[in-house]
């Protein structure tokens, strides 16, 4: 049987992660897939040629990589030398990067955007790249918190007299925002967090955080299982509420993200002025406009009272050698589940619920809004209603 190619570029530069790891060869040839790495692809995440060629990759070109039928990056890694008819899977973000998908479009390349996954469906959970970076994202912002705020962070007993253990709020109890808080719990924090979803409570006390109130909450949560937009009314009570019990906080973390969408302000200027000198606000969404309004993308800063504003961005790239290994284990189990049992070839099959989004009348079904498959023979799938709003 002839192998199918699966290439994996190297990354643009500023991106340390690589979609592809060693340790997913087996996994892949055993489906029937050979595997073309360009030369020094995985060399940022600590993954070196020699460690692909000895679990049976080719170490290659670039041209050679992105020659392939099938092609795995982390970001979208331009169309230079791809051939009509691909598969191309990677984080396109097409609300945020219509032009992509017009090149594929007009390349004929078939565009599967794996942050577009239908993440509710238990099929796609080990597949879901937006969950598997989003928990060390998490994780990281933590650790940054810890390493810049000027202060212990667990209770400790000395002879020199106590340490109060420090103060952390962590607004937003998605998937990172809870791993934010079993990290701030793991290092002896007191941990308070908020969500919009009052059905987020139960998680974050799970977790060891305490759950930050507000007068009027209802359950904010779309049917895909995303936090929905709100009032701004609404939206103002819920980061005041956050902002005051903040006020005393060592370390604020901020998670909020809306899908396709500008970061939204969680902490204002004024809150910012309000925290006492010394605190460290890390913004989880510097790269998309930031939820403080403070924050610099890409830089650490000072304010004029003291506090400190982490804006550093991409922070899974910031952990590339085991955010590549989870992201490699969710694009195996993706390509891998295209592969047909008969044909023994790659099939964008149109029943594919990670393809095109759970079907109407289903629990799962979100109207205007189908799986990763974004393009295929130079036309939007029709379940992308809203993405093609935004293409146009």
Same mark, same amino acid.
């Given at each position: 049987?002839?192998?199918? @190619?699966?290439?994996?570029?190297?990354?643009?530069?500023?991106?340390?992660?690589?979609?592809?790891?060693?340790?997913?060869?087996?996994?892949?040839?055993?489906?029937?897939?050979?595997?073309?790495?360009?030369?020094? *692809?995985?060399?940022?995440?600590?993954?070196?040629?020699?460690?692909?060629?000895?679990?049976?990759?080719?170490?290659?070109?670039? =041209?050679? =990589?992105?020659?392939?039928?099938?092609?795995?990056? %982390?970001?979208?890694?331009?169309?230079?030398?791809?051939? *009509?008819?691909?598969?191309?899977?990677?984080? *396109?973000?097409?609300?945020?990067?219509?032009?992509?998908?017009?090149?594929?479009?007009?390349?004929?390349?078939?565009?599967?955007?794996?942050?577009?996954?239908?993440?509710?469906?238990?099929?796609?959970?080990?597949?879901?790249?937006?969950?598997?970076?989003?928990?060390?994202?998490?994780?990281?912002?933590?650790?940054?918190?810890?390493?810049?705020?000027?202060?212990?962070?667990?209770?400790?007993?000395?002879?020199?007299?106590?340490?109060?253990?420090?103060?952390?709020?962590?607004?937003?109890?998605?998937?990172?925002?809870?791993?934010?808080?079993?990290?701030?719990?793991?290092?002896?924090?007191?941990?308070?967090?908020?969500?919009?979803?009052?059905?987020?409570?139960?998680?974050?006390?799970?977790?060891?955080?305490?759950?930050?109130?507000?007068?009027?909450?209802?359950?904010?949560?779309?049917?895909?299982?995303?936090?929905?937009?709100?009032?701004?009314?609404?939206?103002?009570?819920?980061?005041?509420?956050?902002?005051?019990?903040?006020?005393?906080?060592?370390?604020? %973390?901020?998670?909020?993200?809306?899908?396709?969408?500008?970061?939204?302000?969680?902490?204002?200027?004024?809150?910012?002025?309000?925290? @006492?000198?010394?605190?460290?606000?890390?913004?989880?969404?510097?790269?998309?406009?930031?939820?403080?309004?403070?924050?610099?993308?890409?830089?650490?800063?000072?304010?004029?009272?003291?506090?400190?504003?982490?804006?550093?961005?991409?922070?899974?790239?910031?952990?590339?050698?085991?955010?590549?290994?989870?992201?490699?284990?969710?694009?195996?189990?993706?390509?891998?589940?295209?592969?047909?049992?008969?044909?023994? =070839?790659?099939?964008?099959?149109?029943?594919?619920?990670?393809?095109?989004?759970?079907?109407?009348?289903?629990?799962?079904?979100?109207?205007?809004?189908?799986?990763?498959?974004?393009?295929?023979?130079?036309?939007?799938?029709?379940?992308?209603?809203?993405?093609?709003? %935004? %293409?146009?």
């Amino acid at each position: 049987m002839n192998g199918m @190619k699966l290439g994996v570029p190297k990354e643009p530069t500023g991106e340390q992660r690589v979609g592809i790891v060693p340790s997913s060869m087996k996994k892949l040839a055993k489906a029937g897939f050979e595997v073309y790495v360009e030369s020094g *692809a995985g060399v940022a995440a600590n993954y070196l040629d020699q460690d692909y060629i000895d679990a049976g990759a080719h170490v290659v070109s670039r =041209a050679e =990589a992105m020659a392939c039928e099938n092609i795995v990056a %982390v970001r979208f890694p331009g169309l230079e030398g791809v051939a *009509a008819g691909t598969n191309l899977a990677c984080v *396109a973000d097409p609300f945020r990067h219509p032009e992509h998908v017009k090149a594929c479009m007009e390349a004929n390349v078939t565009l599967l955007s794996m942050d577009m996954i239908p993440r509710r469906l238990s099929r796609a959970q080990s597949m879901d790249v937006n969950s598997s970076q989003d928990n060390l994202a998490g994780y990281k912002a933590v650790l940054l918190g810890a390493s810049h705020v000027p202060k212990g962070i667990p209770m400790m007993t000395t002879s020199a007299g106590t340490v109060r253990p420090a103060k952390v709020v962590i607004m937003g109890s998605g998937v990172a925002g809870l791993q934010a808080i079993a990290t701030a719990k793991r290092l002896g924090a007191v941990v308070y967090a908020s969500d919009v979803r009052k059905s987020a409570a139960e998680q974050i006390e799970s977790v060891g955080g305490r759950f930050i109130e507000v007068d009027g909450m209802d359950d904010f949560e779309d049917e895909s299982g995303y936090a929905k937009p709100l009032t701004p009314e609404f939206i103002q009570k819920v980061n005041d509420t956050v902002c005051g019990v903040a006020a005393d906080a060592d370390i604020i %973390v901020t998670t909020a993200r809306i899908f396709g969408r500008p970061a939204p302000i969680t902490v204002p200027a004024s809150a910012v002025a309000s925290f @006492k000198p010394g605190a460290v606000v890390v913004d989880m969404n510097a790269d998309v406009g930031g939820n403080c309004e403070s924050t610099i993308p890409g830089e650490i800063t000072v304010t004029e009272n003291g506090v400190i504003v982490v804006g550093t961005s991409n922070l899974p790239g910031t952990l590339a050698t085991t955010s590549s290994m989870l992201y490699s284990n969710n694009l195996t189990t993706f390509y891998t589940s295209l592969v047909d049992k008969e044909s023994g =070839a790659v099939t964008i099959a149109d029943d594919d619920d990670i393809l095109v989004g759970a079907p109407e009348g289903s629990d799962f079904y979100v109207s205007g809004m189908g799986g990763v498959l974004i393009c295929k023979d130079g036309t939007i799938h029709p379940k992308q209603t809203r993405l093609a709003g %935004v %293409v146009e």
